[in-house]
């Protein structure tokens, strides 16, 4: 059974001792890839090993490396593992029979509240929880920071509503001679007005194809930076085909409803209005 005890301060607490050369009788223990990286560490080396910078150090062989499993909770904190065996690290630290925290795996068709709840009954100084319950507590301020980020996106699809429809109106407003001049050779009213809202239903679908193309490459460039800075293959940004979806929809919607309110605005005059504005 091995802990995973999280060791902050390595250039204190771990010396490397020797290379490939080390007493084979010494406790083995698994080193993290980021920490095997970072200090050149290789199977079967020799380290020096304390609980506290000015304890006495332990020697322990490098029986394996590790790279963990993504975490979100941990990965951006910047901590790095060890893993021992149970006993050594009892051994390491001076306190026998104790340890923090235990996982246990409940066999298929067991459900984990119901082994939670037995455990509880007939444990004494410790407390079992559902995994599913642990995660839930140590993800409230995932959902507080994904709750923020639902309302700036609301704010910044109001403001860039209000933006999208006065350029809009600029624009139709700009296109004065052209609509008179359809106007005046006989076009009809709804003709002109399809006329534009065609126009803006192009630029619309346009700029929807843009904006998917840009927020791709920006979720590439996100997770290649993050990654790279906290060593995690975590997944910092996901374009997923349903935010597509709704990006496309919502950039056609006000896209098409801005052409036409403009179209309609500019129509209501009369085409000699029109030139004269013109």
């Not at 394996?64 to 050594?88: C, K, N, Q, S, W």
């Not at 597509?244 to 929809?249: F, I, M, N, W």
């Amino acid at each position: 059974m091995y802990l995973s005890p999280v060791i902050r301060t390595f250039s204190l607490l771990i010396q490397l001792v020797a290379q490939s050369g080390g007493d084979p009788r010494s406790p083995g223990i698994a080193v993290e890839a980021r920490l095997a990286g970072r200090w050149g560490i290789s199977v079967g080396d020799t380290i020096a090993i304390a609980a506290e910078a000015a304890g006495p150090a332990q020697q322990r062989v490098v029986e394996a490396i590790y790279r963990g499993r993504a975490d979100p909770a941990t990965a951006l904190r910047g901590e790095l593992a060890v893993r021992f065996h149970l006993a050594d690290l009892a051994n390491l630290l001076g306190a026998p029979d104790r340890v923090d925290r235990i996982g246990v795996a409940v066999r298929p068709g067991i459900g984990p509240d119901s082994a939670a709840a037995r455990i509880n009954q007939i444990g004494f100084g410790f407390r079992a929880y559902p995994s599913a319950t642990i995660a839930s507590e140590s993800s409230q301020t995932f959902l507080v920071v994904s709750r923020f980020h639902q309302a700036i996106g609301f704010i910044a699809i109001v403001a860039s509503a209000v933006f999208l429809l006065c350029i809009m109106l600029l624009k139709v407003e700009e296109r004065r001679l052209d609509a008179a001049v359809m106007r005046m050779i006989g076009l009809a009213r709804r003709t002109v007005f399809l006329a534009f809202l065609l126009e803006a239903t192009l630029l619309a679908s346009v700029g929807a194809a843009l904006g998917a193309a840009l927020a791709y490459l920006a979720t590439v460039l996100t997770n290649l930076f993050y990654q790279r800075k906290f060593e995690t293959t975590l997944v910092f940004a996901h374009l997923t085909p349903d935010i597509v979806l709704l990006a496309a929809a919502l950039s056609l919607v006000l896209g098409i409803g801005a052409g036409a309110l403009a179209a309609a605005r500019l129509l209501g005059a009369t085409p000699l209005a029109l030139w004269r504005r013109a």
